[in-house]
T-cell receptor, first 111, second 114 residues
Framework: GQNIDQPTEMTATEGAIVQINCTYQTSGFNGLFWYQQHAGEAPTFLSY????GLEEKGRFSSFLSRSKGYSYLLLKELQMKDSASYLCAVRDQEQGGKLIFGQGTELSVKP | DAMVIQNPRYQVTQFGKPVTLSCSQT?????MYWYQQKSSQAPKLLFH???????NEADTPDNFQSRRPNTSFCFLDIRSPGLGDAAMYLC?????????????FGPGTRLTVL
């Protein structure tokens, strides 16, 4: 079966660092995506990993270990506007592959 | 520069009254998707097109239909909306942009069923 797990909610302090974990078990794998979604808005693409290792993009970094079926999204220097839901999604095949989404992690950033 | 455009942004319909949601894209991506997202839930894939090839998810109700007349446009038709169909409907495209295979979402259409 297809399964994506991530924590339901997390709380962090402005200026701090937070790591959101995602584990997956899927029949196929061709990349893992992280999206940010503010309430009532569409998901916004943050990062994409298809090879093992760390991808850094400004304050956001994403890590992938394919052998462990594990990824994390690291957010540094947290800002209040980072309060949102963070969705982990796995693409299951190379072309036209659909994304299998996790339930999302609701991150609350407090002053 | 909007890349995936959805119209309308908000749609109100009556129970049982057919409704059509539209999506257009300027990315020239060959894959387009329709997702349904209810409050505090992950997006749920309804169907997708790879070029003109239609792929329906096994658990998508027959009440939901889709059309893709050309590369740029895709429509979601809900033939007889029920109260349980009230949700955000997200259109997305998939293709290689800037050397990376990514999926881009439109702003969504929030559907209310009265």
């Amino acid at each position: 079966g297809q399964n994506i797990d991530q924590p339901t909610e997390m709380t962090a302090t402005e200026g701090a660092i937070v790591q959101i974990n995602c584990t997956y078990q899927t029949s196929g794998f061709n990349g893992l995506f992280w999206y940010q979604q503010h309430a009532g808005e569409a998901p916004t693409f943050l990062s994409y990993n298809v090879l093992d290792g760390l991808e850094e993009k400004g304050r956001f970094s994403s890590f992938l270990s394919r052998s462990k079926g594990y990824s994390y999204l690291l957010l540094k220097e947290l800002q209040m506007k980072d309060s949102a839901s963070y969705l982990c999604a796995v693409r299951d095949q190379e072309q036209g592959g659909k994304l299998i989404f996790g339930q999302g992690t609701e991150l609350s950033v407090k002053p | 520069d909007a890349m995936v455009i959805q119209n309308p942004r908000y749609q109100v319909t009556q129970f049982g009254k057919p409704v059509t949601l539209s999506c257009s894209q300027t990315l020239n991506h060959n894959v387009m998707y329709w997702y349904q997202q209810k409050s505090s839930q992950a997006p749920k894939l309804l169907f997708h097109y790879y070029d003109k090839d239609f792929n329906n998810e096994a658990d998508t109700p027959d009440n939901f239909q889709s059309r893709r007349p050309n590369t740029s446009f895709c429509f979601l038709d809900i033939r007889s909306p029920g109260l349980g169909d009230a949700a955000m409907y997200l259109c997305a495209t998939s293709g290689r942009t800037g050397g990376v295979d990514t999926q881009y979402f439109g702003p969504g259409t929030r559907l209310t069923v009265l």
